[in-house]
């Protein structure tokens, strides 16, 4: 047990034994009486085990206040054994320190006033304005390591409060990621059936036909079998931008717009759209805002392809009195933005956007005139 108790002690519980230490050498030196002298030393080297023992009780208050009882008890007795010395005050400080630190303040006060009376009655022993000066000086001292201990509780309580608040922030943090995910994945699989899946079965049905009219009408048949090559191409272009939606370019230390430069490169010949970017005074942004407008500049572009049959696609990424604009205008056949969408992507757009500071979202179309989403927030 000992061999554990001395391994490696704690900095703060190695001072303390060192004040035990220096406690006991002066105790050695003041008592002339040789039995007093190994009582004093031995009643202080017992306190120094028990002080090696208590940080393994912290957090078990039953048991720590059980120690400092302990504590007291061998520092009273030491205060009967040398009461003119007053070798004692040193060790009573630290228990005293360490029932505030770790005790109700009822059993702290306690502890405080029960090592005040000791001072005072050693004071009166030793009589004299010798005992009235260190009577003064000792007992103040009980009042101020009460306090320093309150001190040093309360910081480490919200020390602790503080590491469960960023758990908690963690936790909601890898929650939300979870979550996006998860959106993400429904996202997908919502498309690969309203298109994807669609087209597949349209493609299936012309082949069918294609292949019940090959010998009775094979004029009928070609033409079935070209509108299967029209599915299947479009079915290729579908899952072209749904995998590459999958893997974008990241946006890394390249920043928004050389990120939606490149973004927009592949994308262009990916669709076989023509796709310009302008941006002026953007500056540096923070990395989520980044993030987000670069999504909605991806999920905007993923309805283009999808959806607009355009030709031509204009971003613009601009700075208009202290906001930011991002604005992504297509020359396809629009549509009604009052009526409602097949999929999610305006929605996902509108709540990336409305979770920016001072974000909103406008979305201006019509059929045969093209469509433009527009993103403003402070950045």
């Not at 002690?9 to 190994?38: E, K, N, W």
């Not at 007795?77 to 060790?91: D, H, K, W, Y």
């Not at 959106?183 to 699989?189: H, P, T, Y």
Request: aromatic share 6%; hydrophobic share 50%; with cysteine.
């Amino acid at each position: 047990m000992l061999q554990q108790l001395l391994r490696r002690p704690r900095p703060d519980i190695a001072a303390l034994l060192t004040i035990f230490a220096a406690t006991a050498g002066v105790s050695g030196f003041f008592l002339q009486d040789a039995p007093r002298r190994l009582i004093a030393i031995g009643l202080l080297g017992a306190m120094a085990l028990l002080l090696l023992r208590s940080a393994q009780l912290e957090g078990a208050p039953r048991r720590y206040g059980r120690y400092v009882a302990m504590q007291v008890g061998l520092a009273l007795a030491l205060a009967a054994l040398q009461p003119g010395l007053f070798t004692f005050i040193f060790p009573a400080l630290i228990v005293t320190f360490q029932a505030g630190l770790h005790l109700q303040r009822q059993a702290a006060l306690l502890t405080a006033a029960v090592f005040m009376c000791a001072v005072m009655l050693s004071a009166a022993a030793t009589g004299g304005w010798v005992g009235a000066f260190n009577a003064v000086l000792n007992v103040l001292g009980f009042p101020l390591a009460l306090v320093f201990a309150r001190v040093m509780r309360q910081v480490e309580e919200a020390r602790q409060h503080n590491q469960r608040l960023l758990e908690e922030l963690r936790a909601a943090q890898r929650r939300l990621q979870e979550l996006a995910v998860a959106e993400e994945r429904g996202r997908l699989a919502r498309d690969l059936h309203d298109s994807a899946k669609q087209q597949a079965f349209a493609l299936s049905a012309q082949l069918d036909a294609a292949r019940l009219l090959l010998r009775s009408d094979p004029d009928a048949a070609e033409e079935h079998l070209r509108q299967a090559e029209a599915l299947a191409d479009g079915l290729r272009q579908e899952l072209g931008a749904i995998i590459f939606e999958l893997h974008p370019p990241a946006l890394g230390q390249a920043g928004l717009t050389e990120g939606l430069r490149r973004y927009l490169a592949a994308w262009s010949r990916q669709q076989g759209v023509v796709a310009t970017l302008s941006a002026d005074g953007v500056g540096e942004l923070p990395p989520e805002l980044q993030q987000a407008l670069f999504r909605i500049a991806q999920e905007a572009l993923a309805n283009v392809a999808r959806h607009s049959g355009a030709r031509r696609v204009e971003l613009r990424l601009e700075r208009q009195d202290g906001r930011l604009r991002l604005l992504i205008r297509d020359d396809g056949h629009g549509f009604a933005p009052d009526a409602p969408a097949p999929g999610l992507g305006l929605r996902s757009m509108r709540e990336r956007a409305e979770a920016l500071p001072g974000g909103s979202l406008r979305v201006e179309s019509a059929p045969g005139d093209g469509a433009s989403v527009e993103v403003v927030c402070e950045g």
